[in-house]
């Protein structure tokens, strides 16, 4: 099994560029959870999942939305990005929720926007 | 709004040495607390899921306690060793819905040789 990945690995962006990453995890996971990752400040949570067709906001969601057209995968999009959104962005999934389940974390994508 | 504390922010111990470390979140918002550890370049990799008040949960050389009616939890390590150098990570859970989980910054331990 790999896991969870997460692509790409390393992105430049100009502001006002738009992008998506994408997370896809093989373990059958319901839940699939974005956080970003700054300086000082633990995870913040995004958005999250809670099944295929599902969404919802988390902590930190202006600027950014989130599909999952399929069980597997879970997508973060910036429509117009910001340098505020420059961070490292981590994707986690969990079999059920957090409130019993661990997250397990994809490894990270570090996004730079000038 | 959910806060949750982790100190200290790091932590220099020598190899061979014990320590310990703690996350407090307000009592009054508690399903669950998870314990994570972060090495440099890697993703968090969960160590302990705590539900219950008095918990205590071990694996290998580090444990961990759960106090949900003053609201903290420890964290230790006996005998660290360099392969413990990480920022170890609790996240709250405050709630059934997954919008609910806050992380602490982290504590980072770094071992001495």
């Known amino acids: ?114 | 709004i959910l806060n949750v504390e982790q100190s200290p922010q790091s932590l220099h111990v020598q190899e061979g040495d014990s320590t310990n470390f703690t996350c407090s979140f307000p009592s009054s918002n508690f399903y669950a607390l998870h314990w994570y550890r972060w090495e440099t370049a890697k993703s968090p990799e969960a160590l302990f899921v705590m539900t219950l008040n008095g918990d205590e949960k071990k694996k290998g050389r580090i444990s961990a306690t759960l106090n949900t009616k003053e609201g903290y939890s420890y964290l230790y390590i006996k005998g660290s060793q360099p392969e413990d150098s990480a920022t170890y990570l609790c996240a709250l859970c405050g709630g059934s819905s997954a919008s609910k989980i806050i992380f602490g910054s982290g504590t980072r331990l770094s071992i001495r040789p």
């Not at chain 1, 997370?23 to 839940?31: K, L, S, T």
């Not at chain 1, 913040?44 to 057209?69: C, F, W």
């Open chain 1, 1 to 114: 099994n790999a896991g969870v990945t997460q692509t790409p690995k390393f992105r430049v962006l100009k502001t006002g560029q738009s992008m998506t990453l994408l997370c896809a995890q093989d373990m059958n996971h319901e839940y699939m959870y974005w956080y970003r990752q700054d300086p000082g400040m633990g995870l913040r949570l995004i958005h999250y999942s809670v099944g295929e067709g599902t969404t919802a906001k988390g902590e930190v969601p202006d600027g950014y939305n989130v599909s999952r057209l399929k069980k597997q995968n879970f997508l973060l999009g910036l429509e117009s990005a910001a340098p505020s959104q420059t961070s490292v962005y981590f994707c986690a999934s969990s079999l059920q929720g957090a409130d019993y389940e661990t997250q397990y974390f994809g490894p990270g994508t570090r996004l730079l926007v000038l």
